[in-house]
């Protein structure tokens, strides 16, 4: 069974660059899917954040493209975030998934998501 | 201000049928981007409920159903039940895009 962890600091001051990965378990993430990263501010709706291949290719939303950077550990089995300048706009769960390509792009597995505040 | 827009708030009452509108445009659905549906309880992450405008996967209802039309696509829920009360979110592709629709709460 796939599954997806998010991983990393819940609080991020502005200015600084918020890092998160996401570990894979049940599934080879060298096999032939994207993984993604989505976002949800409080109580607001699901943003687009990228999507990137094992072999590092990416695709990234471009409101946001000048400031992210997805990266890919196959030794680990698992991919990572960093999105740079953040400010109080940031704030969001930020959720990684699995992508899958068949009939247009969609998420099929998702991680619990992981709250990141950015507050000084 | 997203690309797809929904309805923000549908209500039923259990047992009955409700239908959730996604209204595009020529740049997405109408363009013939495929249509996804997730489910989001409150509190959890989105689940995919409904792929490739009208395909379940594994496990989901076939209460539940989507279609597509021109440039809007439709999730529909028969049978309502209050385990369904949730966030439901469709998703296209447009122009260089992964676009959300902004959600829609149902209340049962």
């Known amino acids: 069974q796939v599954q997806l962890q998010e991983s990393g600091p819940g609080l991020v001051k502005p200015s600084d660059t918020l890092s998160l990965t996401c570990a894979v378990s049940?599934?080879?993430?060298?096999?032939?899917?994207?993984w993604g990263w989505i976002r949800q501010p409080p109580g607001k709706g699901l943003e687009w954040i990228g999507y990137?291949?094992?072999?590092?290719?990416?695709y990234y939303n471009p409101s946001l493209k000048s400031r992210v950077t997805m990266s890919v550990d196959t030794s680990k089995n698992q991919f990572s975030l960093k999105l740079s300048s953040v400010t109080a706009v940031d704030t969001a769960v930020y959720y990684c998934?699995?992508?899958?390509?068949?009939?247009?792009?969609?998420?099929?597995?998702w991680g619990q998501g992981t709250l990141v505040t950015v507050s000084s | 201000q997203s690309v797809l827009t929904q309805p923000p708030s549908v209500s039923g009452a259990p047992g009955q049928r409700v239908t959730i509108s996604c209204t595009g445009s020529?740049?997405?659905?109408?363009?013939?981007?495929?249509v996804h549906w997730y489910q989001q309880l409150p509190g959890t992450a989105p689940k995919l409920l409904i792929y490739?405008?009208?395909n379940r996967p594994s496990g989901v209802p076939d209460r539940f159903s989507g279609s597509k039309s021109g440039t809007s696509a439709s999730l529909a829920i028969t049978g309502l039940q209050a385990e369904d009360e949730a966030d439901y979110y469709c998703?296209?592709?447009?122009?260089?895009?992964?676009?959300f629709g902004g959600g829609t709460k149902l209340t049962v």
């Open positions: 049940g599934y080879s993430i060298s096999s032939s899917n994207w």
């Open positions: 020529s740049s997405n659905i109408g363009a013939g981007y495929d």
């Open positions: 998934a699995r992508v899958t390509y068949s009939s247009g792009w969609y998420q099929d597995y």
């Open positions: 990137i291949y094992y072999s590092g290719s990416t």
């Open positions: 998703q296209s592709y447009d122009s260089s895009l992964i676009a």
């Open positions: 490739g405008n009208s």
